[in-house]
């Protein structure tokens, strides 16, 4: 499991602020190392067969912000996020595979955002064990993922989540099932695949109560 980094994500079940207000609104803050700002668009929309909606909740958007560990929880609380229209969500994050694109640039495929409560009966120590540990190599080997970041919250807005995972796949994975779970044109492996990440998900998550949605992110800092 790769090193954790202090996160805050906002979500965003409403009105998405546009890059240049998000942008502005973070320029009286110090200590933030990263933040991008993903939003549905026409490009995302290519990816609808993949929404998933169970607790009617499903975000519209979210601004990621890494951040130095000292000013988190300030950040979370201050007027920023009021102002941006979001819920705050305080996270430990752990970034497995790094999504390649620069500042200033929107990543060329889509993220899949994915919001879950755990599994009734899980204890922290176990979800992070399947989650973090267990089922991070089965994820980045049965999909196309082109960029892995999890984030374990530790104090959540409302709707209330355990976890947040940012994956991003390329545009062909929008439409295909096959694209997506990086089989080729191989079937059989596709299903295969299917199996063996629905099968490692269900032990962590709660899919009755997780919400995913692919957005279109844009690296601002």
């Given at each position: 499991m790769?090193?954790?980094?202090?996160r805050?994500?906002?979500?965003?079940?409403?009105?998405?602020p546009n890059?240049?207000?998000?942008?502005?609104?973070l320029?009286?803050?110090?200590?933030?190392?990263m933040a991008?700002?993903a939003?549905?668009?026409?490009?995302s929309?290519?990816?609808?067969?993949?929404?998933?909606?169970p607790?009617?909740?499903?975000?519209?958007g979210r601004?990621?912000?890494?951040?130095?560990?000292?000013?988190?929880?300030?950040l979370a609380?201050?007027?920023i996020?009021?102002?941006?229209?979001?819920?705050?969500?305080?996270?430990?994050?752990?970034?497995?595979?790094?999504?390649?694109?620069a500042?200033?640039?929107t990543?060329?495929?889509?993220?899949q955002l994915?919001?879950?409560?755990?599994?009734?009966?899980?204890?922290?120590?176990?979800?992070?064990?399947?989650?973090?540990?267990?089922?991070?190599?089965?994820?980045l080997?049965?999909?196309n993922?082109?960029?892995?970041?999890?984030?374990?919250v530790?104090?959540?807005?409302?709707?209330?989540?355990?976890?947040?995972?940012?994956?991003?796949?390329?545009?062909?994975?929008?439409?295909s099932?096959?694209?997506?779970?990086?089989?080729?044109?191989?079937?059989?492996?596709?299903?295969?695949?299917?199996?063996?990440?629905?099968?490692?998900?269900?032990?962590?998550?709660d899919?009755?109560?997780s919400?995913?949605?692919?957005?279109?992110?844009?690296?601002?800092?």
């Open positions: 790769s090193a954790a980094t202090c805050l994500q906002i979500i965003f079940f409403d009105t998405v890059p240049e207000q998000t942008h502005s609104a320029l009286n803050y110090e200590g933030i190392t991008a700002l939003r549905s668009d026409e490009h929309n290519k990816a609808a067969m993949w929404t998933r909606d607790m009617g909740c499903l975000p519209t601004l990621a912000i890494d951040v130095d560990s000292q000013i988190t929880r300030a609380i201050a007027p996020t009021e102002k941006l229209g979001g819920v705050a969500y305080l996270c430990e994050g752990t970034t497995p595979l790094q999504p390649e694109f500042v200033g640039e990543f060329a495929g889509t993220l994915c919001c879950f409560q755990r599994r009734a009966g899980l204890t922290s120590a176990q979800l992070q064990q399947y989650w973090l540990e267990e089922h991070t190599d089965i994820a080997n049965t999909q993922t082109l960029g892995y970041r999890q984030n374990l530790t104090s959540s807005g409302e709707p209330h989540f355990d976890g947040i995972v940012e994956e991003y796949f390329p545009p062909e994975a929008s439409q099932m096959s694209a997506f779970f990086a089989d080729g044109n191989n079937e059989a492996r596709m299903w295969e695949h299917i199996e063996q990440l629905t099968k490692s998900s269900e032990r962590f998550l899919l009755d109560r919400e995913v949605v692919h957005l279109s992110d844009k690296r601002i800092v």
